[in-house]
């Protein structure tokens, strides 16, 4: 067995689930820095996107089933948000698996948040191809579990924390604006400034231009206690 090979086994047995077709794993594991002809992750990160929003979906409908849309929609927006992707990503040693370029790994992005959680939903969309939904779902619950368990109340939205904070004291709505974008198509870089009446316009980052939004509004809710 070689290196890499012995590599990718250490990665199935923490993921308990084994490939039949070991190239859907490599394939979730090249960042499109590597080059070649090889496949790289994005088409199985859009996959896997998309059946970690279905499993979770399913999963909280059936852990909550009091629970209404807007606070499931709240509990999940957390869960399957870059920072939970990374920490399991991270949990699973992941980083040590993604193939990148000398360049990308001389600038340190095999730590990269974004990069962790963008291979982490590429090999779930790997296991679907591999597997199906049923091989999917007990992987993503079993890493997901321990986040589901630390909120027993639902999350509220950063956005919305910062909408009644403002309005509590008689400010208006908090406005939104799209700063810049940059970054290569397949990992761009969103800036977004939040501004609101009185307090100073703080602005966020994010690989999308919500995430960015939910980080200027974060910025700007450290902030408040000094003004109040």
């Known amino acids: 067995m070689t290196a890499a090979q ?15 077709d070991k190239e859907l794993l490599v394939a979730a594991l090249t960042h499109a820095s590597a080059g070649g002809a090889v496949t790289t992750y994005e088409r199985l990160e859009f996959l896997g996107d998309r059946v970690l929003g279905l499993v979770m979906a399913d999963f909280l409908m059936r852990r909550h089933p009091d629970e209404e849309e807007g606070d499931l929609a709240r509990r999940m927006a957390v869960l399957v948000d870059r920072n939970s992707l990374a920490e399991i990503a991270a949990h699973l040693h992941m980083g040590a698996h993604v193939r990148l370029s000398p360049g990308e790994e001389a600038a340190g992005i095999r730590g ?17 191809r591999d597997g199906g939904l049923e091989a999917a779902r007990p992987v993503v619950e079993r890493f997901w579990l321990p986040l589901a368990d630390r909120d027993v109340k639902p999350p509220m939205d950063v956005k919305t924390m910062l909408q009644e904070r403002v309005q509590s004291t008689g400010g208006g709505l908090p406005h939104y604006r799209e700063v810049s974008r940059s970054g290569p198509d397949h990992q761009p870089v969103f800036t977004v400034e939040v501004i609101v009446e009185g307090a100073e316009p703080m602005r966020g980052e994010g690989a999308s231009k919500r995430a960015a939004e939910r980080a200027a509004a974060e910025a700007l809710l450290s902030k408040l206690p000094a003004l109040s």
Do not use: W
């Open 6 to 20: 012995n590599s990718l086994s250490d990665l199935e047995a923490r993921l308990a689930y084994i490939f039949d």
């Open 112 to 128: 990269n948040a974004t990069v962790l959680a963008d291979v982490m939903e590429a090999v779930i969309g790997a296991i679907y």
